[in-house]
């Protein structure tokens, strides 16, 4: 028997050729004195074969496995010196610390090899950091030219991320800043840092998060380099710990602000004023978070400039109802907040400045017809694309050991993947209807940033997600 020989050229031709020859026919189908018929792209097309699928059950091969030390730190796995990042090389590791509104994360990857090395530098990291003078003053300088950009970036999310915090829990927990005040960057020096630390980094605090290791060496590594470490700044019997309950309190943060000028070049950015409408959701630890979480989903949106099909959102209703109907908003997207106490469902909005009445009254339209009856296509439609989203995420290793730590630090334990996407496809529009007359009950939050001489009162907006069809109350004047 001759060997098999593989000939890409002649393989190429032949396809193209299969391609051409069904092409034709399907053109000589439709071609014959009519256009092509009116075929929805839910339904699949005439002379094509089932396509068929690969499947699995959405089942973790590895378990998440929970140990609680002696300290009690739990495992399951701006301050880092140029000798960290070196040792780490060795071991081809990376390294990264990110803080969020609840919680400050301390994250090393690296070959399996490197436990013991990367468990000491972590430890070494966290409990023992070397504040040094000239260390603190180049953070500070650090600090500052952040606040700086923060408010100089042509995108605003981040700032108003911070307004609408504000406004919807004014003066307590999540609602206070997350950068800190310029007044501030000089008054943080190593004793106030190690206040901070001695009450808040302590092992019942904490979750050492691993994975791609085996639960055992993690264990044995944690007993080694954690469970007996004294901290840097000693130890306290009675932790001065804020234990408060976030407050949801409504209200608007507004900032007066010149956009004309943000972003300038050959296609500068036109000036633009940015709103935030919020109202209070519900915490992560709820059942309803689940039908938030495809709530804000089918709501979706986007940059009116996003290109892409229904992958990319096209079919969510700030699409469908907003940017495809009203040209000239730049912007519509849905935003969720959620924290252990509480949480907040939010749609930023951005337009030319002299159509910020009209946009707001688009956008508390919208809030009030969430609590409409949810079509069938859009509501499996939007559980489909979470689904899709939760499990392409934890596709990367870094992003599941973020997930493991979040969910044992908060919950004491993990849900799987294939236990949240059963969640997801058990919500039904019951759910998402009551979820959001619950909602709608709530006082709003509203940030509004740029010109705002065209923005309704507070007491206006509050009245149009009181009313039936959203609308804001009339107003008239003698003088323009």
Partial sequence: MAPFELNLSELMQNLFYCHLRYGI??????????????????????????????????????????????????????????????????????????????????????????????????????????????????????????????????????????????????????????????????????????????????????????????????????????????????????????????????GIVKMEKDMSDVSLGPTPIPELTHIMIGLESCSY?????IPFAVLNMMMGGGGSFSAGGPGKGMFTRLYLNVLNRHHWMYNATSYHHSYEDSGLLCIHASADPRQVREMVEIITREFIQMGGSAGEMELERAKTQLKSMLMMNLESRPVIFEDVGRQVLSTGKRKLPHELCHLISSVTAGDIKRVTTKMLRSKPAVAALGDLMELPSYEHIQAALSSKDGRLPRTYRLFR
């Fill in 285 to 289: 630890l709820e059942d309803d978070f």
């Fill in 25 to 250: 026919a399907a053109y000589r189908k439709y071609s014959s004195g009519g256009g092509y018929p009116n075929i929805s792209l839910s339904t699949p097309l005439p002379g094509i074969p089932k396509p068929l699928f690969a499947s699995v059950d959405g089942q973790e091969k590895y378990e998440t496995k929970i140990t609680t030390l002696e300290n009690g730190l739990k495992k399951n796995l701006h301050f880092l010196k140029d000798e960290i990042l070196l040792t780490l090389e060795k071991h081809g590791g990376i390294c990264d610390c990110q803080t969020s509104r609840d919680t400050t994360m301390y994250a090393v990857s690296a070959e399996v090899k490197g436990l013991d090395t990367v468990v000491s530098l972590l430890s070494d990291a966290v409990l023992q950091p070397r504040l040094l003078d000239e260390e603190l003053e180049m953070t500070r300088m650090a600090v500052r030219f952040e606040l700086e950009d923060l408010n100089m970036r042509p995108d605003p999310e981040p700032l108003l991320t911070e307004m609408i915090h504000a406004a919807a829990y004014r003066g307590n927990t999540v609602g206070l800043p997350r950068f800190c005040p310029a007044e501030n960057v000089d008054k943080i020096d190593k004793n106030v840092l190690h206040s901070y630390l001695r009450n808040y980094y302590r092992p019942e605090r904490m979750v050492l998060a691993g994975v791609g290791i085996e639960h055992e060496q993690l264990v044995e590594s944690a007993r080694k380099y954690l469970l007996d470490v004294k901290p840097v700044w000693g130890t306290s019997s009675a932790p001065n710990v804020d234990l408060s309950v976030a407050q949801y309190t409504g």
